[in-house]
């Protein structure tokens, strides 16, 4: 009986992520055409452990000052037992204060007492809550979030969401796991989909996942990239390159991608016309962040009809670093 009620409850929550974003929260550009976003990421929440709570402190600091319209997590909100609990406690600042948010697991997240699948049931029904899934490819927090325009009668933008999934599975490939083939093949069809849909022009988008793709090492390692923020450590990508990268870019809708994973890492870096960027580590001390200035988050936003955003870092007790315009600042004469 048990196991008849988890699959009645793993269909269910398929159908959800099946529907569109509009039968639940409509996504929209405000009366003065913009649209913020704030990315947590990496809270690594344990429960019991009153290092975490640094991490509740500044998601509430961040939140009462930006006021966002929508709240991102890219990964690895769980770091302990009860993985619910944890979760819970992660999503508390934007539960509370009921904001639209949306969640990508990270390669940590499933490590405890909940799988993703689990995970994605248990903060379905959360006031808010967008996070949603795509039946028949891999990995489980795939999902697209449209953004409207001001009158809510078109899509003006297009938020993407991949889950970087954790381990790699393969013997002779050490490491972490890779955004799949059917997962690129979903994000082109939907892409295509939009670019269709607005007369051949692709939308404006932007996309988030946890574990960066290997060329955020390419990027930083290349002595003509600009490069703005802090790089501690090389980015932890997978061994195997997929070609994520070059489908965004083919596909010329993406402007940026928003990634976690290396806590002493927060950079920009423009690559080719995508702006590969990393979230400001959120968590407390319940894992390593040696990062000047502390945990965090970044801040985004969107401009109606317009292919470009400006982006920041907002840090304790307000402060505000690495402000940058894309892609104006990173154009060269």
Not at 293 to 299: E, M, Q, T, Y
Request: net charge negative; aromatic share 10%.
């Amino acid at each position: 009986m048990k196991k008849i009620k988890t699959l009645c409850g793993v269909l269910a929550l398929l159908c959800v992520g099946m529907m569109p974003v509009s039968a639940q929260n409509v996504l929209k550009f405000n009366a003065n055409k913009k649209f913020k976003i704030v990315q947590f990421t990496d809270v690594h929440w344990v429960p019991g452990d009153s290092a975490s709570e640094e991490a509740a402190e500044r998601m509430n600091e961040v939140l009462d000052v930006e006021k966002p319209d929508l709240v991102i997590y890219t990964g690895d909100l769980v770091f302990g037992k009860p993985a619910s609990e944890a979760l819970s406690k992660a999503l508390e600042p934007v539960v509370s204060r009921r904001l639209p948010f949306a969640v990508t697991w990270g390669n940590h997240d499933d490590e405890q007492d909940m799988t993703r699948i689990e995970l994605l049931e248990y903060i379905k029904d959360m006031p808010g809550n967008l996070t949603s899934t795509t039946a028949g490819i891999s990995g489980v927090t795939n999902y697209v979030l449209p953004l409207k325009s001001e009158d809510g009668k078109k899509d003006a933008a297009v938020l993407y969401v991949f889950d970087s999934n954790a381990y790699s599975s393969l013997k002779q490939v050490k490491g972490y796991d890779w955004i799949k083939p059917d997962q690129i093949n979903w994000y082109v069809e939907s892409s295509v989909g939009y670019t269709e849909r607005n007369g051949g022009k692709p939308l404006p988008s932007l996309a988030f996942f946890h574990i960066p793709f290997p060329e955020y090492n390419e990027a930083a390692q290349d002595e003509n990239a600009l490069l703005i923020g802090t790089r501690k450590e090389k980015a932890c990508a997978p061994l195997i390159n997929t070609g994520l990268y070059a489908a965004m870019l083919n596909a010329g809708d993406i402007m940026a991608t928003f990634v976690g994973h290396d806590h002493v890492n927060d950079y920009v870096v423009d690559w080719k016309g995508i702006l590969l960027c990393y979230g400001r580590f959120t968590g407390g001390n319940t894992v390593y962040h040696d990062i000047p200035g502390g945990n965090g988050a970044r801040v985004i936003e969107l401009t109606q009809g317009v292919r470009s955003f400006k982006t920041w870092e907002r840090l304790e007790g307000g402060k505000i670093i690495n402000e940058v315009n894309y892609p104006s600042d990173f154009q060269r004469e």
